[in-house]
């Protein structure tokens, strides 16, 4: 739905004359069980024309939840109930909810979340301080509410303490003109009821717009046990505890407009005011548009004529070392060259010259400061250009390797080489990267942990505080298959010890029932293994960056890796693999132990030593690379290689990237 669509939002209907400014979906972590392709289909259900995501200090589930609204018609409003500190008690913050309302208060929110993340962050919480927010370069853009009793305004009221609550909310309101406004609640805590009273006096008193919100936890009604089962799984406690702290109510699910209506029908303004904020969040994202950062050329070179330049360049150093008889040279230079040129146009018409003259910059710094680098692996040893620049070490016309396997006009997609680094000086490489384009510039990618059928039944049964051993023997009878991961559903379906315990112990059934809603839910944020981010500016700009609470962790964005390529993005990767390390080590040995190979040269080994290929005929490959396990061992005895085509052989229906696996192997 574009920004000219939301007219449509004015259809005055009971359900479509109201929209949730408050959800928090199962991105919130610690709280919240909405799942956001579940959410629009709901939001639709109900008639509404919009809807806010509006997460607990982060914006995770962004982009996802902005495809999924508008290929369904709803209108998607980005947001975040985000923590504020107080700076008179910092183990009580404030909460606030911040609500975007064009593309400068999508970059104001990306800022101050990741300000919060990275520079104020208590307890494992993220917080941003009151005078970011009141400081009109940091707010522009954003419609703010108050945070009904968990704000400053509302903590203020429920404490009796009214001169200050309408201290706060006249500051606010003056550096939020007609973009701030008292929320009210009323769930069934009895302090939203009060809070909401007092701040209908102050609204009156100091003329200020009020909004009623419905804090979403879940979508159903049914679905209140699963998420305070949620809620225990994060804190740790079991759902009898009487004195568990963080309590929700049994009415904080998706409710329809009318139900809305009629609770606040002595406040009609409040419900009016949930459209007329809607109306004014139009946040339109450019998506699956890459942009890359400048790479910088020598003598004002455009970046076209640099790749070729270089590559020519380095085709020259390659025919040189692979055909040291300048008559074979010769020979083999026009098939070398007419690849080459050929590949050259292809990579400028796509308009990824950039991305590989950045790639090679990075692996040539490190191939130059000692840092191992791998050969190649995947589609993108079949690129000559990438040969001819130093990306990969395997001569693809040599190996009869395809270059549309990389890339291919007909079907246009980033490229993506799979960078393998020594995993001792990976950092070193990302730090260089870092210096080059900027800290704000890079950084690493988060990824989702999500929880799977086995750990569900633990966690389900822990909260329930059922016995250790019941909850274990569950989870055994769950096969475990990761290229095929087993649901609980499945398990009912197809193991039959499993279902029939379901059938006939009433406590593992009541266990299972809790379990099913729960699992797939996002449990907890990581790092993605080797995706790092160089964006073409600051990298708030696309997405805020969010730090693993209690370490001493680099940021990460905020998206994975599918939305930040969504959001314009692009991921370099940088494996860190162990092999390399050893390697390097071995290297390191044969210098220091032998005074005949103090300049030896793992990559000037032949592919023909017999020794080599005896030991792998021996099934003698215990700790090599991709042959050590038992069916390899088994299948080397029977193929007996003696050449490096065999050993090619071995790995093609088990690895795409086979010719240079087998190139690591015989290393």
Not at 509 to 527: H, S
Request: aromatic share 8%.
């Amino acid at each position: 739905m574009s920004s000219e669509s939301v007219s449509s939002l004015a259809v005055p209907h009971a359900d479509r004359a109201f929209v949730h400014l408050r959800v928090h979906s199962e991105f919130s972590v610690v709280d919240g069980i909405v799942r956001i392709k579940d959410l629009v289909k709901r939001v639709g259900e109900l008639g509404q024309p919009a809807v806010a995501l509006t997460d607990l200090g982060n914006v995770f589930g962004l982009i996802k939840f902005y495809k999924a609204a508008r290929q369904h018609g709803i209108k998607p409003i980005a947001g975040c109930d985000i923590g504020m500190t107080n700076e008179a008690d910092h183990t009580k913050p404030f909460r606030i909810l911040l609500l975007v309302a064009d593309h400068g208060g999508y970059r104001s929110l990306c800022e101050l979340i990741s300000r919060a993340w990275l520079e104020n962050a208590r307890q494992g919480r993220a917080e941003i301080k009151r005078q970011w927010l009141l400081d009109p370069q940091a707010n522009a853009g954003l419609m703010v509410l108050s945070g009904a009793r968990a704000g400053d305004v509302g903590q203020a009221l429920l404490a009796g303490q009214d001169t200050l609550a309408a201290e706060l909310a006249t500051e606010w309101h003056q550096a939020l003109p007609g973009r701030y406004f008292l929320e009210l609640q009323r769930t069934d805590n009895v302090l939203d009821w009060q809070c909401t009273e007092a701040s209908l006096q102050l609204a009156e008193k100091l003329q200020l717009p009020v909004v009623a919100t419905h804090p979403v936890q879940f979508l159903r009604p049914d679905e209140y046990e699963a998420h305070e089962a949620r809620v225990c799984i994060a804190d740790g406690e079991i759902l009898t505890n009487p004195k568990r702290t963080r309590r929700f109510t049994e009415d904080q699910y998706l409710t329809d407009g009318a139900s809305m209506a009629e609770r606040f029908s002595d406040v009609p303004s409040s419900i009016a005011n949930t459209l007329a904020i809607a109306k004014r969040c139009n946040l339109n994202l450019t998506l699956d548009e890459p942009r890359l950062p400048e790479f910088p050329t020598p003598g004002g070179m455009s970046i076209d004529d640099y790749l070729v330049a270089l590559s020519k360049q380095g085709l020259e150093t390659r025919l040189a070392q692979l055909f040291a008889d300048t008559g074979e040279r010769d020979k083999q230079r026009p098939a070398y060259e007419a690849r080459l040129d050929l590949e050259c146009q292809t990579i400028i018409q796509m308009g990824f010259a950039g991305y590989f003259l950045i790639v090679q910059d990075f692996i040539n710094w490190g191939k130059q400061n000692g840092v191992p680098v791998g050969p190649g692996r995947g589609s993108g040893a079949g690129s000559l250009v990438a040969y001819s620049l130093g990306i990969t070490d395997l001569d693809p016309i040599r190996y009869d390797l395809l270059f549309e396997r990389f890339l291919n006009p007909e079907r246009v997609s980033m490229p993506d080489f799979d960078i393998d680094f020594c995993q001792d000086n990976r950092e070193r490489v990302i730090d260089y990267v870092k210096q080059k384009y900027g800290r704000e510039a890079v950084s690493q990618i988060a990824t989702f942990g999500t929880l799977g059928a086995k750990a569900v039944v633990r966690d389900a049964g822990r909260v329930l505080d059922m016995p250790y051993g019941l909850c274990d023997g569950l989870s055994k009878l769950i096969p475990f298959n990761p290229a095929d991961p087993w649901s609980l559903d499945r398990a009912l379906a197809e193991e039959p010890a499993f279902k029939e315990r379901y059938d006939k112990e009433e406590e593992v059934k009541a266990l299972i029932d809790l379990a099913r809603p729960l699992e797939g839910l996002t449990r907890n944020v990581g790092m993605h293994a080797g995706g790092v981010l160089i964006a073409p500016g600051k990298l708030t700009d696309f997405c805020p960056l969010y730090c693993q609470p209690g370490q001493d962790a680099s940021a990460v964005s905020q998206f994975d890796k599918d939305d930040v390529e969504a959001a314009g993005l692009v991921k370099f990767d940088f494996l860190g693999l162990r092999n390399l390390t050893i390697l390097d080590w071995a290297v390191r040995y044969v210098r220091q132990f032998n005074d005949e190979l103090t300049d030896f040269d793992i990559m000037a080994l032949t592919l023909d030593d017999p020794r080599v290929y005896q030991l792998l005929c021996e099934a003698n490959t215990t700790a090599v690379f991709q042959l050590e396990s038992r069916g390899m061992k088994e299948l080397l005895k029977k193929l007996r290689p003696s050449n490096f085509e065999d050993v090619i052989a071995v790995l093609r229906c088990t690895d795409p990237g086979h010719w240079s696996r087998a190139w690591l192997t015989i290393l």
